[in-house]
């Protein structure tokens, strides 16, 4: 054990985790059953699930960055998909308003999250959980029963090919390019050190509060997109759809190797985290296994994730002085 | 008042011309406690001001008030001539006041290049950094400075301690300040580390910038240092050019005259048995105790003295169950290996921690509580409390150590400091412990609460406890402790008894000189 | 220099003075169900008949059970996001089973209460020795627990509750339903470990400065466990006795539990910073929880008004608590 101590502690973990786990979960999948892995279809069918959960973990891994962490995405999923839901008739210039206005509600929930969160001494974690209870609300008044359909128009736009090549692939591609680009920028910078020391980074003048409302305004309107991606990948609206991507997307990240304590994270290792768990399904239906384990072997996988993120951490800082 | 030291004609000829920085007359209290009562120090640019005192002087409140980070009840700060309104520590950085405080002020999880020019990066475009220009800048900006070998990607917590602190005084000075404020920089710097911050700073100082130097090394500040400013008590007892003012005046300066009465009066031959309570043999707990061999009998006052992070926390904890260790721990006889506090606790080892805020008391719980809080097992049956018990234990409490409360359900966090610690000394020793470990118990508190730990401790003697305390007061050291082991670097570099227990050895040999460990 | 012997002093100068001010939170929760009760009166006078008060405690009365075991883990800095699943599944596990084995209901009860110890030991060890933090900790476990119960029942649940079950629970001792004598005993617990147990004051140790605590002599780890175990057999009762109560199992019947158990006790005056906080208080939150949901059933609004009134009573009793506490 002690020999391992100083490899650990130089262990870039974000770079190496998802991958560790990506190989072990990929590789049990192509000796189980190869065609779930690469067989035709499969890539569009994966990217298809893998979009709405990497622009979710994408926004969650920045609120983890910052020692906080965004439980209301769910219920803004859900709200989202009953709002569409109700307005299937859109199309043309309603159904650009009808966006429009799902994005000014995505600002308007962060914006509240964030304010509170930045404002207050409340931890994220219970000002989520309150905000995923209301949209969650407003989810049920607005559709209480699952039904409905998605504009054709909706359908039209996010669903389908370009050149050839699934759009969801273009959208985990882009967000994937995105955060290359943003991972140097002072904001994604002042993110990291709120989260690896709030204090300090207030005394070295980061903008914590503006940060922190910037960060959860992002969740929300991430969600929002989500959202509108699942509404037309099912076609219908759900007042729970959304009740999946919390624990998932917190997967992902914790996936992805990034401290749950915050200070670090990588987005694009969420995305292979999102990849990983998005394993679990087809690994499951190879196993010849009840569709329902996927549910289990969700939160097992996330449980396994952080109590191995958690232990090497607690090792490392057991050294140090 | 103390003494000022008078001026001589060099001096008169230099203070003719006013001040560059000058802190005026200075009041802080915290509560109770007067931490600074009318201190004054005036600066000169081009020259490095060294500022010295014992542990408790007030240095690193003086600090702080100038870096924005506490107010001053009174008295004013100017720079230039201009009278300075610092009220945070961004009022300070902006009127030109750098500071490198002993608690760094690195953000763990970035890099060195991102840490050291964070706000001012060299290129920046629509917010995003360019990591390349970033990288060069620090490469250069290290090799300017001596440091070549710092990787600019590296992680800064991966970084040594000593590296950390390099590499908070070189960010202190790219940008270029007014004043440069180093509090206690020199801590965790090797001998030819601090030969470098020795070079830059008086590089600094020469190109017009003032410095402000503030150590307890004694020898680093007479290398340093153009000029000196001693504190004691929380106010200045002498100023002065170093070439005018000798090593043994300045400790002179630092140590006073201390109020003798202050110390109960107690025989050792009379209360110290032979029985030993705790002894150790190349004991030692990482990071910082590497291997102390010592013993503690019964009756007997050992105190451990010497710098701040020498190994005595470690020392203290692990004595305590509460760290890691290894070596041989003896406990009345039985040899031992404690894990846990509640183990220590069950051997008859009770601990008053450093921090009584943060480790030792629950400050939203009422005394009750507090006082409650390590005996339980004492005042319950089975697993309910029994209110009659914890009454008595109150009251005996209270009554023994003579807190003054209104009530014993009033919440620990509204007493004042001195009598807060008394509940924590009264919650430990209501375990009746055979082995007494306090952690600079008496800081922070008042003469009267002073007087009173005093007196408790030599009562505690009496009656066959034994005591090991760790002190940043060489006073209450030499006067309390039947032996000192100083310790350095993780081993005891000097033991002293009898008449060798001066205040003076204490101090000497925490900084490198004196009289060296001759037993083993 | 003058000794500091004086301590500084606030309020009034009496004891009951500190015990009033200490306790402030919970007073006023109280007084907050009795503004809701008689809002409720004024709308409709059937709501105060001695019929809708016990109705109303009935109904509170799952939010109180599992309030306790919630109540205890944001006391020592954490939460229980499983409790909905444990919940659920403890009804759904013992309505399969007890139709299974007809006549062995103690058993099968016996059974329910082993796994959900053995749901909060799990909790407990990975909050407490593995040092997950407890959100993602319990919010994984509910997802293992969903996942099982989705499979064992196939995603739809098909047998009755057993009626033995639904007889005790509605029966009457001595005036008061059955039901309502278990949260008796519950709060009657739930005091006694609060206020007369080492391991309550441990608790309060823990949650307001777990260093201390562990300088004083606590074992931190393993009373850490005890929230756990407690939020999820709290949970797994609550389950049964809706159960009992409704006459109905079904998958999502413990959501709504969840922003309710929270809420409760952030509304009983509890911070949710940790280390303050009491059972008496989270009681309040249940009835003002449970008038809520009459008030709105009396002016026409739905589950989702629910949800939504769940979110803002939560942030603004937590925020209303923060604000007392760093009052001081």
Known sequence: MQRLRPILRHLDLVAVMPYVYLIALALALYLKFPALLTGPGRLNTRATAVFPLALIAFSQTLAIATRGIDLSVGGLVSATTALIATHSGAKGFSLVLLVVALLALGLLAGSITGLIVAFTRLQPFIITLAMWSIWDGIAFVVLPVEGGTAPPGLLRLLLGNVAGIPKSVYGVVFLYVAWLWLRHTRFVIDVKAIGSDEARARLVGVPVAWRKIQVYVLSAVFAVLAGIYVSAVTDSGAPNAGDQFILNSVACVVIGGASIYGGTGSVASSIIGAFVLLLIPDLVFAFNLSSFWSVFFEGFLLLVAVTISSVVITFRQSGAG | MGETEQLTEAEQSTSARSPDLALVNIHKSFGGVRALVGATVECYRGEVHGCIGENGAGKSTLIKILSGALHADAGEITLGGRLLHVRSPHDARKAGIRTVFQELSLIPHLSVAQNLFYGAEPDVRLGRISVRSLRAAARKVLAEYGFPGISPDLVVSRLQLADRQILEIIKALISKPEVLVLDEATSALLPKQVEWLFKTVREFASEGGIAFFISHRLAEVEALCDRVTVLRNGEDVGHGLMTEMPEDRLVELMLGRRIERLYPHSEPAGRVRDEVVVALEHFGAPPRLHDVSMEVRRGQIVGIGGLAGQGQSELLLALYGARRSYGQMTLNGRQVHLRSPSQALASGIALVPEDRASEGLCLSLSVRENLALGNLHTISRGPLISPRREQRLVRSSVNSLHIRLRSPRQEASSLSGGNQQKVLLGRVLASDPSLLLLYDATRGVDIGTKTDIYQLMHDQCEQGVAILFYSTDASELANMADEVLVLHDGTIRARLSGAELTEEQIVAAAVGGGKQATRA | ?328
């Open chain 3, 1 to 328: 220099m003058t000794p500091d012997g004086n301590t500084t002093t606030r309020g009034t100068t009496l004891e009951i003075g500190d015990l009033l001010r200490r306790n402030a939170p919970i007073f006023l929760s109280y007084l907050v169900v009795l503004m809701l009760f008689v809002a409720g009166v004024a709308k409709s006078t059937g709501f105060g008949s001695t019929d809708n008060i016990r109705f109303l405690a009935e109904q509170a009365t799952f939010i109180g059970v599992i309030g306790l075991g919630q109540t205890l883990c944001i006391l020592t800095g954490g939460v229980d996001l499983s409790v909905p699943w444990t919940f659920t599944g403890a009804a759904i596990l013992t309505s399969i089973l007890a139709n299974q084995h007809a006549s062995k209901l103690p058993q099968v009860l016996l059974l329910v209460l082993g796994l959900a110890i053995l749901i909060g030991l799990i909790n407990g060890i990975g909050v407490a020795y593995a040092g997950v933090p407890p959100i993602i900790m319990t919010l994984g476990m509910s997802g293992c627990v969903e996942g099982l119960m989705l499979v064992y029942t196939g995603g739809g649940i098909s047998s009755y509750p057993p009626a033995a079950l639904g007889n005790w629970v509605l029966d009457t001792t001595v005036g008061l339903p059955n039901l309502l004598w278990v949260w008796v005993f519950v709060f009657v617990v739930g005091i006694g470990i609060l206020n007369f147990t080492t391991l309550g004051r441990s608790l309060y140790a823990i949650g307001t400065n777990r260093a201390a605590a562990r300088l004083a002599g606590i074992n931190v780890r393993r009373m850490l466990l005890v929230p756990y175990v407690i939020s999820a057999v709290g949970g797994a009762a609550g389950g049964v006795l809706l159960m009992g109560y409704t006459g109905q199992a079904y998958l999502t019947m413990g959501d709504p539990y969840l922003f309710a158990s929270a809420a409760a006790v952030a509304v009983g005056g509890a911070s949710i910073l940790g280390g303050n906080g009491h059972y008496i208080g989270t009681v309040a939150g249940a009835f003002v929880l449970t008038l809520l949901n009459a008030l709105l059933i009396l002016f026409n609004l739905g589950t989702g008004y629910l949800d939504i009134a769940y979110g803002a009573v939560l942030v603004s009793a937590a925020y209303i608590a923060t604000q007392r506490f760093s009052a001081r």
